[in-house]
């Protein structure tokens, strides 16, 4: 029975955008020594490109559009970092990320609180009992008082919270930070400096605190933190890994306070990789038998080589470079000759994984968002879910002699997750479905950029899109056939069915009771 898996730590970073997560994520890397120079996003020309962010929309827009993967090693373990789309409009590949991750690293700006996405992602952590380490980022700008982020986190999250490293000032009075847990000061040598120094102390009061904080300052950190150790609940090792309870951790990512004490906590408490669940049995990691599933495909991360990675966490087993794994979903056997792990845009060749470890493999559209590899055990992870698009747009080519190199595009991204593809029963052009508005910026960027055609997005007289199911397929036959022009086929050839408003679909709904529109189904 292998024990290697209990070094793993896989885990995601969620946030609303600008709470600072791809400069945390700059900053955790740098720290596991996986980067020589952490960049802020916010910094002038080629300084400017996170690391984690390689596609040429993220750059230009600052954002992180697409779920990246990257391994380090701090502390004799592994960490696999997912760094998730902070945009709202991103939420289907974030919540298949999701899948993949033991724990969260939740970030939120100590100026602005919990805001609507970070609230969405912490319900989809819930709904998967994800535990989560909080992070009060930016407290070296003004903020608001950090009781009532607190407070908010308890109230708005339903969350016991257990504050370990809290802010000696805030904003212009900002000090530097002090861990509780371990009873340091995390201080910069000179005021609005990064964190450099650490000073041991006997507690909070200590006399060592006196020379080097302001008097004020400190008397109001003082009694704050012997407010926030009274008022709130002590840290236990179960209740977070339960996902009930949270340690708060006050500092900024971009001044370097707070990160190590953060890699500690995912360190110490963090839980190395769970069981994952099948629709035959939980599988566990200490098994023997290499398995896994796909939670993500990636075209053209290599513009030169117009590759296809598809992301796979193995969830038990030791994999070895060069195992042949059979793909459920169609039976055959995979030789997996060269697999990868990821450092952002720079990646290896990986000879060998446990599991909790995300591991790329290179394809040409064989393997799919869903599929699950064994060594030969039929089974199917489950949990990894398509979402109906909110929003459904036509895709016109403006030179139409390239209708190839569209529907090569389409079928790519839409394998990705970016957006859902949609053909029309009664012909026509290609219909495409996505979460959010910036997903159809990104494609219409990425047609131009990677398959060098330029597309036209229209409207559609459709405001919403429902997959169908019946127990009887005659039943279904007949609803297509009479309802033909509100037909589309998805890319794996289901039937969905496109209502023009709320009360359309609810009139249809009530007139067909035999068939299911179904807002989400699993990925098979």
Not at 216 to 222: G, I, K, P, S, V
Not at 253 to 274: E, N, S, W
Not at 440 to 466: C, H, N
Request: aromatic fraction near 8%; glycine fraction near 8%; charge should be negative.
């Amino acid at each position: 029975m292998s024990t290697e898996h209990t070094s793993r730590r896989t885990f995601a970073i969620i946030s609303h955008p600008d709470a600072g997560k791809t400069t945390l994520t700059e900053k955790l890397l740098y720290a596991g020594g996986a980067i020589h120079r952490a960049g802020a996003v916010r910094a002038r020309g080629e300084a400017r490109r996170a690391r984690s962010d390689w596609m040429k929309i993220e750059q230009d827009r600052g954002i992180s559009v697409t779920s990246s993967v990257m391994t380090f090693e701090y502390r004799d373990l592994t960490f696999n970092l997912l760094d998730t789309p902070g945009h709202e409009d991103f939420s289907e590949d974030t919540y298949r990320t999701l899948t993949a991750v033991d724990s969260a690293v939740m970030v939120i700006d100590a100026a602005k609180g919990i805001e609507a996405q970070t609230l969405k992602l912490f319900e989809v952590c819930r709904l998967r009992d994800i535990p989560i380490i909080t992070l009060v980022n930016k407290t070296d700008r003004e903020g608001r008082d950090p009781f009532e982020t607190l407070d908010e986190i308890q109230e708005a999250l339903a969350l016991d919270v257990c504050p370990m490293v809290w802010p000696i000032g805030m904003g212009g009075l900002f000090e530097g930070c002090y861990d509780m847990v371990n009873n340091r000061f995390l201080t910069a040598p000179e005021k609005g400096g990064a964190f450099e120094d650490v000073i041991d102390c006997d507690g909070p009061d200590d006399e060592a605190l006196d020379a080097r904080v302001n008097e004020a300052t400190l008397e109001q950190a003082r009694e704050e933190m012997e407010l926030a150790q009274i008022g709130y609940t002590e840290f236990d090792l179960d209740s977070y890994r339960e996902g009930h309870l949270t340690p708060v951790v006050f500092g900024s990512a971009l001044k370097d306070f707070g990160v190590t004490q953060l890699l500690d906590l995912i360190a110490d408490f963090a839980p190395p990789p769970r069981p994952s669940p099948t629709d035959e049995r939980v599988i566990e990691p200490s098994e023997k038998p290499v398995s896994g599933f796909v939670f993500k495909v990636q075209a053209n991360m290599d513009a030169n080589h117009r590759d296809r990675i598809a992301f796979m966490r193995v969830c038990s087993g030791e994999f070895k470079r060069g195992m042949k794994l059979r793909q459920v979903r169609t039976g055959k056997d995979l030789m997996l000759h060269s697999p990868i792990f990821f450092l952002a845009q720079d990646r290896e060749i990986a000879d060998n994984a446990s599991p909790g470890d995300i591991i790329g493999i290179p394809n040409h559209g064989t393997v799919r968002v869903g599929d699950t590899f064994t060594e030969g055990e039929k089974l199917r992870f489950t949990g990894l879910p398509a979402f109906a698009p909110e929003i459904l747009r036509r895709v016109m080519l403006k030179d139409t002699s390239k209708v190839k190199q569209l529907r090569r595009a389409l079928e790519d991204l839409a394998e990705e997750g970016l957006v859902q593809v949609f053909r029309p029963q009664s012909g026509g052009n290609w219909i495409v479905g996505v979460i959010g508005v910036l997903q159809l910026e990104v494609l219409v960027s990425r047609a131009r950029q990677e398959y060098k055609i330029g597309v036209r997005i229209e409207d559609l007289p459709y405001s919403s899109a429902r997959w169908l199911r019946a127990e009887d397929p005659k039943v279904l036959d007949a609803f297509v056939k009479q309802n033909s022009f509100n037909i589309v086929e998805d890319s794996e050839g289901l039937p969905v069915y496109l209502a023009k408003s709320d009360w359309d679909l609810d009139y249809t709904e009530r007139n067909n009771e035999d068939i299911s529109f179904l807002k989400t189904r699993e990925l098979q």
